[in-house]
C-alpha cells in the first residue's frame, strides 16, 4: 500500500517543483528571527571590529554567506531575511546557487581566476567562446559585439570614450593633426574634447568622474568632486494610477522631448551621446512610458547623437524581459548598451563596428574585463533560459503587482509603479520619515528592503521570487503597514 | 622557489612557428565580437606554468612581460590554485555581496590580509577594481577631503552646494585639480586619463579635466656618473612643482605620482626628489599619492617601490592592482574617510574574490621573501645586462633599474630598432613588452630566478650580436 503511494507523492512532488525548488530544496519556509531587532548583537559587535579598517556606517547588518540560501540573506546572528534587496539589485539567481557553485569549482573558473590575462594583448583560447556562450547570447535584439569592463560606471564611461572617439573620427577624415598630438598633451582643445553626454534628471550612471558628471540623483553622490559642465534634460514625471492620466502624461513627455530636443540643437558644442535608463532606479524608479522613448530613438538619429541605454540595474530579466528597453519596441536598436550588477560581468553591447575607434590601443586597458566574470555570466544566462525565468518573473510580477494594488486602496502605497514590468516594482511613501519607519518595521519582520529617491520603495528581489515568497512579502508588508 | 611551486617548469623555450597559423585564426574569430587588433597571440593558460607561457600553436615562451606587469606568482601557481578551490573563494564569487550595506561576516579578515603587506605608515585600505578606478577613488578621496579642510570636517553642506552640484557647477563641484607629470600613467577614465601623459593615443578625443603637469626628472646615465647633474635636474623639476603648488588657477588637492613611471618609459626619481615631494606637499597643503599600481608587490626588491626613497611622513595614500590581482588604495589619516557615509561608496566596493586572491598574494611573497629574491636575481641580472651594454653599448642606452629588484629597462636609438628587437626576441621564444617610444621594460614574475635570466641573456645576445 505504501510504495505506490509514496511513488505517486514523488511524481506529484516533481510535477510541481519550483525552479527555486530545485535550486534550493532547504530554502527556508519562512523568514527566521533569533534577535527581536536586525541587527542583533553579534552583527553590531561584527560591525564595530570592522570599523576599525573599513567605512561601515553604511552597513545594514552583517551578512552569512555560507548559510544564505536561495531568497533568503542569513545574517551574524542566525537570521535569515526574506531578501528583495538582493546587494542593491545584483543577486540573479539567489544565494549559493548550486549552478553557480558548479562553476566557481570548475577548472575553468580555477584559471580564470589564476591566470588573469591581459585580455586585449593575450586573450585566452576559450574567451571567444565564452562570450559567444554566454554574454553574447544574452545581447539586446540588434547587438553583436562587446565590450567588457568591472563595474557599471566603468561600463558607462567606457561606452562614453567609444561615442567621443566615434565622433570625432568622422569630423576628422584621417590623421590625427600635430596641434591634436601637442594640445592633448596638456589636457586642452582640439587634442582634448568639448564634446559632451547628455543625462537626464534623476538619473545614476556610476560615481567615477565622467559617469559621475551624468549622474543626477543626490547630492550626497556628487558633493565636492569636480565635474564636467555636461548638459542634462528633464525626465518625465508621471501621474499614476497610468490610465487615469493618459493625456496629462503624454503631454508631460512631449515638453520633455521638446526639452531634449531643443538642448542639443542648441547646445553651444556637439553632444556626443545622451544615456538614458530604461527606468531610473536610484533616482526614484521613474518610469516614462514606450512613446517616450521611441520618440527619444528618432531624436538621436535626426541629430546624429548615440543613444545609450543604461541597463546596469534595469538588466537581467527582472523588468519581464531580458533587457528592459526590449519594453518599448523603439524603431531601432540603441547605439549601445550597458551592463552590469546581476549580470556579475560588466561592459557595453554595440554592433556598429565603427564604434570600435580606428586604432588598437585607444579603447584599451590592462585587463579589459575579468573571464572570471564572464564565466559567471554564462552560467547566469544559460540559467534563465533553462529555466524560463524571464517568463516566470513577468508573471510572479503581474500577481504581486497586483496584489500591490489592492493593497494600496486601504494603505498608503503611493504611485505604485512597474506594472507589466516584471518584479521591478516600486511606490512612494509619505515621506523620507515614513520610508525609514517601514524599512525597519519590514526588515525587523524578516523581510530586507531597500528605498530609492527620496521617499521611495523599491523591489528588487532575485529571478527565483516565486508566489510563495510574494505571499510572505505582502503579508509581512501589510503588518508593517497597519502598525504605521 | 620556482622549483618548488612548479617542478614540471619547462627548461626553456620552445618556438614552433610563430605567429602560429591557429592563432592568427583564433585573433580573426574572437575579432568579430571582442576588439583584438592589440593581441600578440592567442594564449593556453592551462598549460601555461610558471615563467612560461604557451600558446595555441604549441610555442612556449618565456614570460618577461606577464600580462603588462600583472601576473605575480606564475602561471598556475599551485598556492593560488588552492585558494581559488577554497570554500572562501567559491562563497565570494557566487554571493558577492554589495559590501558597503551587508558586509560578510569574513570581510574584516580578508581586507587584514591585505593590510598584512600595507606600505609602512598605512593602517586602512578602500578596495576598486582595477588601476585607473583605485586611482579615481584616490582622487575623490582627495578632494572630500581638501574641501572638507576649508569647511570643517564636521560641518554640513550649504544650499548653494548642494544646490550647484545637481548642475555640476561650483561650488558644489568645485574647480580643484590633481597634479601629476609628464610622461606618466596613471590609467585611462576620464579622470585618470586627464593625469595620463605619456601618449596622445591614450588620451585623443576625450574631453579632459584641465589639470596641470610638472615635469619629471630626466636623467643621464649612469647614475654614478652624472650624480650633480642629476642633483639639479631634481631641482629643476622640484622648483616646477612649487610653482604649479602655488600659482596655478586652482587649488591642487592632491600629487599623484609613480615611484617609477613605467609606460612612460621606465623613468626613475632620486630619494632626494621624492622627499622634496613630500616637503613641498605639506607646505602647500596638498595630499600626496604615490601610484604602485605597476611598481607595487616586490617587483622593485621591495614590496612597495616607494619604500626605495624613505619618506618621512610616509605617503597619504598608495595605490595598487595589477599585480596584486585587488585594487584600491591605502590610507592612514582618518579624515581621509569622508564625513558622511554613502561618498566613497557603490554598489560593490571593491571585489571580494579578488580580495582574498591578493590577500594569498602578499601571504606568499612575505613568507617566501620574495621580494628579498627579487632583489637578489635583479642585481645578478642588472650585472650582466651591465656587461653586455659595455660590449653593444648602441642597443643598451641608458639601462636602469639598478638596485630595483628585476624592474630594469633600457633604450635603443629608435623605436623601429627596439621594434625589431621585440619581434626577434619572440622568434628566439621570450615574450617582452615595450614602453614609451624607444625602451624595453623587464617585468617578469616574482619566480624569476638566475636560470630563467641566464636563458633571457643569452637569447638577447643572440639578437644583438647578429645586427
Known sequence: ?484 | MATKYFPNEPTGPKVVQFPGPISTAKKESLHKVFDSRATYFVVDYKKSIGNYIVDVDGNTFLDVYAQIASIPLGYNNPALIEVAKSDKMINAIVNRPASGNFPAEELEETIQDLLAVAPKGQNQVWSGLSGADANELAFKAAFMWYQAKKRGYATAFSTEENDSVMKNQSPGSPELAILSFERSFHGRLFASASTTCSKPIHKLDLPSFNWPKAQFPSYKYPLDKNEDANKQEDQRCLDIVEDLLKNWKCPIAALLIEPIQSEGGDNHGSSFFFQGLRDLTLKYGSLLIIDEVQTGVGATGTFWAHEHFNMSPAPDMVTFSKKFQTAGYYFHDPEIVPNVPYRQFNTWCGDPARMILGGAIGKEVKSNDLSAVCKRVGEYLYGKLEALQAKYPTYFQDLRGKDRGTFIAWSFESGATRDKFLTDMKQSGINMGSCAETSIRLRPTLVFEEKHADILLAAIEKVISGY
Open chain 1, 1 to 484: 500500500m505504501l510504495r505506490p503511494i509514496k511513488h505517486l507523492r514523488s511524481i506529484r512532488a516533481k510535477r510541481f517543483l519550483s525552479t527555486c525548488e530545485s535550486y534550493f530544496p532547504d530554502e527556508p519556509k519562512a523568514p527566521i528571527l533569533k534577535t527581536s531587532t536586525i541587527p542583533g548583537p553579534k552583527s553590531e559587535q561584527l560591525n564595530n571590529e570592522l570599523g576599525e579598517i573599513f567605512d561601515n556606517r553604511a552597513t545594514y547588518f552583517v551578512s552569512d554567506y555560507y548559510n544564505s540560501k536561495g531568497n533568503y540573506i542569513s545574517d551574524a546572528d542566525g537570521n535569515y531575511l526574506l531578501d528583495v534587496y538582493a546587494q542593491i539589485s545584483s543577486i540573479a539567481l539567489g544565494y549559493n546557487n548550486p549552478e553557480l557553485i558548479k562553476t566557481a569549482k570548475s577548472d575553468e573558473m580555477t584559471n580564470a581566476l589564476i591566470n588573469r590575462p591581459a585580455l586585449a594583448c593575450f586573450p585566452s583560447t576559450d574567451y571567444a567562446t565564452i562570450l559567444n556562450e554566454g554574454i553574447l547570447s544574452a545581447a539586446p535584439k540588434g547587438m553583436n559585439k562587446v565590450w567588457t569592463a568591472l563595474s557599471g560606471s566603468d561600463a558607462n564611461e567606457t561606452a562614453y570614450k567609444a561615442a567621443f572617439m566615434y565622433h570625432h573620427t568622422k569630423r576628422r577624415n584621417g590623421d590625427f593633426s600635430a596641434e591634436e598630438l601637442e594640445s592633448v598633451m596638456n589636457n586642452e582643445l582640439p587634442g582634448a574634447s568639448d564634446m559632451v553626454i547628455l543625462s537626464f534628471d534623476k538619473g545614476f550612471h556610476g560615481r567615477l568622474f565622467g559617469s559621475l558628471s551624468t549622474t543626477r540623483s543626490k547630492a550626497i553622490h556628487k558633493l565636492d568632486i569636480p565635474a564636467f559642465n555636461w548638459p542634462k534634460a528633464p525626465f518625465p514625471s508621471l501621474k499614476y494610477p497610468l490610465n487615469e492620466f493618459e493625456a496629462e502624461n503624454r503631454q508631460e513627455e512631449d515638453k520633455c522631448l521638446q526639452e531634449f530636443e531643443s538642448i542639443i540643437k542648441s547646445y553651444n558644442g556637439k553632444v556626443a551621446a545622451m544615456i538614458i535608463e530604461p527606468v531610473q532606479s536610484e533616482g526614484g524608479d521613474n518610469h516614462a512610458t514606450p512613446y517616450f522613448f521611441q520618440q527619444l530613438r528618432k531624436i538621436t538619429q535626426d541629430n546624429d547623437v548615440l543613444m545609450i541605454v543604461d541597463e546596469v540595474q534595469t538588466g537581467v530579466g527582472a523588468s519581464g524581459k531580458l533587457w528592459a528597453h526590449e519594453h518599448f519596441d523603439l524603431p531601432s536598436p540603441p547605439d549601445m548598451v550597458t551592463f552590469s550588477k546581476k549580470f556579475q560581468a560588466a561592459g557595453f553591447y554595440f554592433s556598429n563596428p565603427e564604434l570600435q575607434p580606428n586604432q588598437p590601443y585607444r579603447q584599451f586597458n590592462t585587463w579589459c574585463g575579468d573571464p572570471s566574470k564572464a564565466l559567471i555570466a554564462k552560467t547566469i544566462y544559460q540559467e534563465v533560459v533553462k529555466h524560463d525565468l524571464v517568463n516566470k518573473t513577468a508573471s510572479i510580477g503581474n500577481y504581486l503587482f497586483s496584489n500591490l494594488k489592492s493593497l494600496a486602496e486601504k494603505y498608503p502605497i503611493l504611485n505604485l509603479r512597474g506594472e507589466n514590468f516584471g518584479t521591478f516594482i516600486a511606490w512612494d511613501c509619505k515621506d523620507a520619515n515614513e520610508r525609514g519607519k517601514l524599512l525597519l518595521s519590514l526588515r525587523n519582520k524578516g523581510i530586507n528592503i531597500g528605498g530609492c529617491g527620496d521617499y521611495s520603495i523599491r523591489l528588487r528581489p532575485p529571478l527565483v521570487f516565486e508566489q510563495k515568497h510574494a505571499d510572505i512579502f505582502l503579508s509581512a508588508l501589510e503588518d508593517a503597514l497597519k502598525e504605521l
